[in-house]
T-cell receptor
Framework: KAGVTQTPRYLIKTRGQQVTLSCSPI?????VSWYQQTPGQGLQFLFE???????NKGNFPGRFSGRQFSNSRSEMNVSTLELGDSALYLC???????????FGPGTRLTVL | AQSVSQHNHHVILSEAASLELGCNYS??????LFWYVQYPGQHLQLLLK??????LVKGIKGFEAEFIKSKFSFNLRKPSVQWSDTAEYFC?????????????FGPGTRLSVLP
C-alpha cells in the first residue's frame, strides 16, 4: 500500500507570496491533518479535514487555509507569506475518527 | 486545552543502556496515546499506540510504553538501546471523537545513543 505523498518536497518563496501544498492520503484514508513543524515550536496542529469538511482547526491565522477534494486529496494554502512561516509542513492521514495517523515526508518551505 | 509534556529535551545514552522517556498529558476525558519516532532525515513513524485494554503496550523495535491513568502518564521504555535508536521521540495525545481528530504532540525528546 502506498504511503502518504506530499508535493512539492521543497519550496522557496519570498515574503508576500502565497503557496499551495498538496497531500495525497493512503488509499482508503478519509481524514487528512496538517501540521507545522519548527525547531522552536515543535509540531503544531493546523487543521483536519474529513470527507471534504474541516472538522478541527488549530490556532493559526486565517492566512492558513485548506481544502479536501472528493478523492480525499488535500491542499493547504498559505497567503501573504511571512519569514516565520518557514517550516516543515507535514500531512498525516488516517482511516477514521480516532485511528492512527500516518505521516508523509513533509514539504520544506523556506520564505526569504 | 489539552497539553503534552515530555520530561527530557535531550537524552544521551551508551549502547545497551536502558531507556525511559517520560510523557505526561493534561486532559480529563478519554484519550488515545501514541509514541512517534523521527529518525534523522526520515519522516515520523508510529512506534506504538494505546487505545484501550492492557495498559502495557508493545511496539516495534523492542519499545514498550505503560499507560498510568492516575498519573496521566505514558512513558516509553526500552531495556537495551542500540545506536540505531538515535532519533527524536514524540509523545502524542488524541482526544478526538466524532467531531474530529485533535492530536496534540509533545515537544519531543532527542535521543543520542553512543556506540
Amino acid at each position: 500500500k502506498a504511503g502518504v505523498t506530499q508535493t512539492p518536497r521543497y519550496l522557496i518563496k519570498t515574503r508576500g507570496q502565497q503557496v499551495t501544498l498538496s497531500c495525497s492520503p493512503i488509499s482508503g484514508h478519509r481524514s487528512v491533518s496538517w501540521y507545522q513543524q519548527t525547531p522552536g515550536q515543535g509540531l503544531q496542529f493546523l487543521f483536519e479535514y474529513f470527507s471534504e469538511t474541516q472538522r478541527n482547526k488549530g490556532n493559526f491565522p486565517g492566512r492558513f487555509s485548506g481544502r479536501q477534494f472528493s478523492n480525499s486529496r488535500s491542499e493547504m494554502n498559505v497567503s501573504t507569506l511571512e519569514l516565520g512561516d518557514s517550516a516543515l509542513y507535514l500531512c498525516a492521514t488516517s482511516a477514521g475518527f480516532t485511528d492512527t495517523q500516518y505521516f508523509g515526508p513533509g514539504t520544506r518551505l523556506t520564505v526569504l | 486545552a489539552q497539553s503534552v509534556s515530555q520530561h527530557n529535551h535531550h537524552v544521551i545514552l551508551s549502547e545497551a543502556a536502558s531507556l525511559e522517556l517520560g510523557c505526561n498529558y493534561s486532559y480529563g476525558g478519554t484519550v488515545n496515546l501514541f509514541w512517534y519516532v523521527q529518525y534523522p532525515g526520515q519522516h515520523l513513524q508510529l512506534l506504538l499506540k494505546y487505545f484501550s485494554g492492557d495498559p502495557l503496550v508493545k511496539g516495534i523495535k523492542g519499545f514498550e510504553a505503560e499507560f498510568i491513568k492516575s498519573k496521566f502518564s505514558f512513558n516509553l521504555r526500552k531495556p537495551s538501546v542500540q545506536w540505531s535508536d538515535t532519533a527524536e521521540y514524540f509523545c502524542a495525545v488524541n482526544a478526538g471523537d466524532n467531531y474530529g481528530q485533535n492530536f496534540v504532540f509533545g515537544p519531543g525528546t532527542r535521543l543520542s545513543v553512543l556506540p
